[in-house]
Every structure is written in structure tokens, then in C-alpha cells.
């Protein structure tokens, strides 16, 4: 059991269990939603090992996109560099900067195009690295925060879509408040978790990936930094169309402050409650899609093998399904498999007509039909979901 990262309580509520297939394996996983019954913090209990949460990101190469950002990503990474000029007073150009989880870059670039000239990256991957110097020619250094000692401190650091996978919450910002001086600046983007449950769920169970083990508000947020000296400046809730969610976007500044207990968090265990209906609801109909093809046998290729066919693969008849192989156009999951079947890139279909083609993406089921129609002269065979 994992008790609350905030408050350390340990009376748990549990509001779900989410189920997912391990890349590479047949073997099934799960972790457990719960809520902190003492301060109100929703997240993941039961959680995989941190083994086997490095070898997800490494074989997925999720953190990666080389020099094609997809376009929903490139828009939120400038909201949230707006986001931070605009409410940032004292950000000049040599302000040193420090982007933690930065991948290769691509957020850092923003800064590098806008003048700025003392950016730094940290990310456990030497390829992220090498990706970032050849790409952009930004630094970024292959290392996890506990290990980094750059023997200076940072007029801002950022951390964009990162807190909600980590744990040690505590240690990971007292080592951030280590690396600013008094009055630097703290910029977090997290899914927001107070809007989950505001609307039907594009893709179920999204917000509810194999990684993302922390849903945090404004209040949950506030809650894990004010003890470590942090002060809410601003904070925005932001509609992003990539991934048909909302980001909480926030910025602290730091140094001595009155340090009081938890507050509360009233808003996050009803929405997540909420959210959690409406995905089953979602999951339904896409598993009756799924219950048609394996009662048919109908051969299928499935496009896409991401964390939404992983769920898919441990919540529904997928299994049961006569599937050919997996397709994507990921270039890290190509030679892989997935319930055992290989994973090969798009051009694979190529003159395989035998087969429907099962989209397993809600973020990218245009472009993919859009691809079978264009580059396949695909006719009717195709399942959306």
C-alpha cells in the first residue's frame, strides 16, 4: 500500500482498480485509485515497481518524438510558456532556467528561440540527451534530480507533465527547493484533476495511464509545496484539443512563508468518482465492438499499441480476438510484441487486405484514417472506437 504522499495518511478510500497488459508480455498489472480520506489527495496505490516503470518508459519511448512534435504537444507547450512569461515579472534573458523531465528539449527550445540564454535540461535518458544537443543544440544532462549537483541554483525551474508520475513527493521538491534561492520560481503543469469528471471521456480511462500515478488540483497541489516554503503566484485551468483535457497550470515562488497544515482538497475525489462513471460507460461500447470481432474471428490488425490498446488488451476480448499483428507508427515499438502478436511499422499493410483494421487511438484516429485512406487505399474494413 502506498500512503498519501501529502500527509501521509494512511485511511485510504478506493475508488477503482485499473488493469493494464505490461508491453512486451502477456502479463496483466493493475494499480488502485484511492483517495486520502485525511487530506482529500487521489492517486495510485499498489503500484508497479519502479523496474518495471523504466522498462515501460524505455521500451515505449514515450518521453521521445525527435524533431516531429506532434501538434497538440507543440500548442501546449506554448500555452504554458505563455503561461509563464505573462506571470513571471522578473524573467530576463539570462534568468538561469532549469527544465526537470525535459525529454529532448522541445519545451526548452521555447526559450532558446525567445533569447533566453542559461537553459538546462535534466532527464534520466541519454538519448533524450544526445536528441536534445543534435536537435536544438540544448544541454540536457542524463540524470535524475538526486543525482544532479550542478553547484548553483536556478531563477526558475519547471516541471511540465511530470509530477503526476513520480513518488517521494516530499524529497523530489525540498530538492527543488535546494536549487532555488529565495524569490525563484516554480512552474508545474499537471492534468487537472479537479476537471476530470466535467465531461464524457474521449478515451477512457486516458487520465488513468500505466504512468500517471498522481491527480492533483490546485488545493492537492498547494498542499505537497506550502510546506516546503512554496507560494501559489498564479494558477489557470486549460483546455488542451490534443488530449481532450484540462492542465493545471501553476506558478510558485519560493522562500520563507508560514508553513500551515493540509487544507482539504474538496474537489478532487468527486471528480475522479465522476470521471471513473463515465469511462466505464465509454469502455462499454468499445468493448461491444471488440465482443462482435472475437465472436466473428474476424481477422484484424490493430493500429496502435500505446497505453489505450494496453488497457484495452486487459479489459476487454481483445485477447480473444484472431489478430494478425500490431501496427504503429512508433519507431521504439517496432520488433516488439503485444499478447504475443509483432508490432511492425504502418508500411506492413501494405497489400494485406485479408484483414479490418482495429484503430486503437482517439488522438490520432484521424490521421490514421486519413493514412489507410491516403497511403493503403483502405475500402471498408476499419473499426473505430
Same mark, same amino acid.
Given at each position: 500500500m502506498r500512503t498519501c504522499e501529502i500527509c501521509s495518511g494512511h485511511r485510504l478510500r478506493q475508488l477503482h482498480r485499473q488493469t493494464f497488459l505490461f508491453p512486451g508480455t502477456n502479463r496483466t498489472g493493475h494499480y488502485d485509485v484511492v483517495t486520502c480520506e485525511d487530506c482529500g489527495f487521489t492517486y495510485a496505490s499498489d503500484i508497479p515497481s519502479r523496474a518495471e516503470q523504466e522498462a515501460y518508459y524505455e521500451a515505449s519511448g514515450r518521453h521521445l518524438h525527435a524533431a516531429h512534435v506532434p501538434a497538440g504537444l507543440a500548442e501546449a507547450h506554448r500555452a504554458f510558456y505563455d503561461f509563464i512569461v505573462a506571470n513571471h515579472p522578473n524573467l530576463a534573458t539570462d534568468s538561469a532556467i532549469l527544465d526537470i523531465g525535459s525529454s529532448?528539449?522541445?519545451?526548452?527550445?521555447?526559450?532558446?528561440?525567445?533569447?533566453? =540564454?542559461?537553459?538546462?535540461? $535534466?532527464?534520466?535518458?541519454?538519448?533524450a540527451s544526445t536528441l536534445a544537443r543534435d536537435t536544438y543544440g540544448i544541454e540536457v544532462i542524463p540524470a535524475t534530480l538526486e543525482d544532479f549537483h550542478p553547484g548553483r541554483q536556478f531563477d526558475l525551474i519547471t516541471l511540465c507533465g511530470v509530477l503526476e508520475h513520480l513518488t517521494s513527493l516530499h524529497d523530489l521538491v525540498s530538492g527543488i527547493g535546494r536549487l532555488l534561492p529565495d524569490r525563484g520560481y516554480l512552474f508545474i503543469a499537471v492534468p487537472d484533476a479537479a476537471s476530470f469528471g466535467e465531461r464524457e471521456p474521449r478515451e477512457p480511462f486516458l487520465e488513468f495511464a500505466l504512468e500517471h500515478i498522481n491527480f492533483f488540483t490546485d488545493q492537492s497541489l498547494d498542499n505537497l509545496l506550502r510546506p516546503h516554503g512554496f507560494e501559489r503566484v498564479a494558477s489557470l485551468s486549460q483546455w488542451n484539443d490534443f488530449y481532450a483535457n484540462r492542465y493545471l497550470l501553476a506558478l510558485y515562488n519560493h522562500g520563507p512563508i508560514e508553513r500551515p497544515a493540509p487544507v482539504r482538497d474538496e474537489s478532487g475525489t468527486d471528480s475522479v468518482a465522476r470521471y471513473i462513471d463515465m469511462s466505464n460507460a465509454r469502455l462499454a461500447t468499445i468493448a461491444g465492438k471488440v465482443d462482435a470481432l472475437a465472436d466473428t474471428g474476424t481477422p484484424i490488425v490493430i493500429w496502435g499499441a500505446g497505453s489505450l490498446a494496453s488497457r484495452l488488451c486487459a479489459t476487454?476480448?481483445?485477447?480473444?480476438?484472431?489478430? $494478425?499483428?500490431?501496427?504503429?507508427?512508433?519507431? %521504439?515499438?517496432?520488433? %516488439?510484441?503485444? $499478447?504475443?502478436?509483432?508490432?511492425?511499422?504502418?508500411?506492413? $499493410?501494405?497489400? =494485406?487486405?485479408?484483414?479490418?483494421?482495429?484503430?486503437?487511438?482517439?488522438?490520432y484516429g484521424a490521421e490514421i484514417r486519413q493514412a489507410l485512406a491516403d497511403k493503403f487505399h483502405w475500402g471498408d474494413a476499419i473499426v473505430t472506437i
Open positions: 529532448m528539449g522541445h519545451f526548452l527550445n521555447l526559450f532558446k528561440s525567445a533569447g533566453y =540564454r542559461s537553459i538546462l535540461g $535534466l532527464e534520466p535518458s541519454s538519448m476487454t476480448r481483445l485477447p480473444e480476438c484472431n489478430i $494478425l499483428a500490431f501496427v504503429d507508427v512508433n519507431p %521504439q515499438l517496432h520488433g %516488439q510484441t503485444l $499478447l504475443g502478436r509483432p508490432i511492425h511499422p504502418p508500411e506492413w $499493410l501494405d497489400g =494485406r487486405r485479408e484483414a479490418t483494421v482495429f484503430i486503437a487511438s482517439y488522438v
